[in-house]
């Protein structure tokens, strides 16, 4: 069963505009929400996290947005670029679990 | 990738063989962790570690086992390999400080071919 359920499965986005890529969960003792971006032949890197206590993190062009209520969080690319072409993974742990449950993750495609 | 390799970094072996799996991290991290990435899946835990000679299962660890006998090293091995193990294995490495785990460090992987 996955523990975090994300989509889409692939996105395309013309260069400058905005990619949204949502993920929801249903433990809610999860307490930390990162987001990876994974290029092809390497391996995943941090891109940005949030912790439950905010609503909404960014950082250049990356911006998360999460909704505690309905267990629900998106990553923002505001003015996409080329370069973020990439597969970006959701991802949801817990404090003490050791456990890091990702989502089945999203193919970018930005178009010039 | 943050001081992590793996090795061998892509391997074919046939059904029914043992393959052992390496990762090498010189950021001297307390926490190592093995995922599979497959497909439809994500990455998925295998099995960590959080310490020299602790480790426990992760969430599709059945047919896997694990070693660390150094810090820096945390060894993987399919006992005996089988067509569903073909899939691309990171290693990953994270700290603790006071309880507080930081960020995860993905090694470049390793793509596994099991025929």
């Known amino acids: 069963q996955q523990q975090v359920k994300q989509s889409p499965q692939s996105l395309i986005v013309q260069k400058g505009g905005i990619s949204i890529i949502n993920c929801a969960y249903e433990?809610?003792?999860?307490?930390?929400f990162p987001w990876y971006q994974q290029f092809p032949g390497k391996g995943p890197a941090l891109l940005i996290a949030i912790r439950p206590d905010v609503s909404e993190k960014k950082e250049g062009r990356f911006t998360i947005s999460f909704n505690k209520s309905a267990k629900q969080f998106s990553l923002h690319i505001m003015d996409s670029q080329p370069g973020d072409s990439a597969t970006y993974f959701c991802a949801a742990d817990q404090t003490g679990a050791n456990n890091l449950f990702f989502g089945t993750g999203t193919r970018l495609t930005v178009i010039p | 990738d943050a001081g992590i390799t793996q090795s061998p970094r892509h391997k074919v072996t046939e059904t029914g063989t043992p393959v052992t799996l390496r990762c090498h991290q010189t950021e001297n991290h307390r926490y190592m962790y093995w995922y599979r990435q497959d497909p439809g899946h994500g990455l998925r835990l295998i099995h960590y570690?959080?310490?020299?000679?602790?480790?426990d299962k992760g969430e599709v660890s059945d047919g896997y086992s694990v070693s660390r006998s150094k810090t820096e090293d945390f060894l993987l091995t399919l006992e005996s390999a089988t067509s569903s193990q073909t899939s691309v294995y990171f290693c990953a490495i994270s700290e603790s400080v006071a309880s507080i785990r930081y960020e995860q460090y993905f090694g470049p992987g390793t793509r596994l071919t099991v025929t």
């Open positions: 433990n809610t003792a999860f307490d930390y």
């Open positions: 570690s959080y310490g020299v000679k602790d480790t």
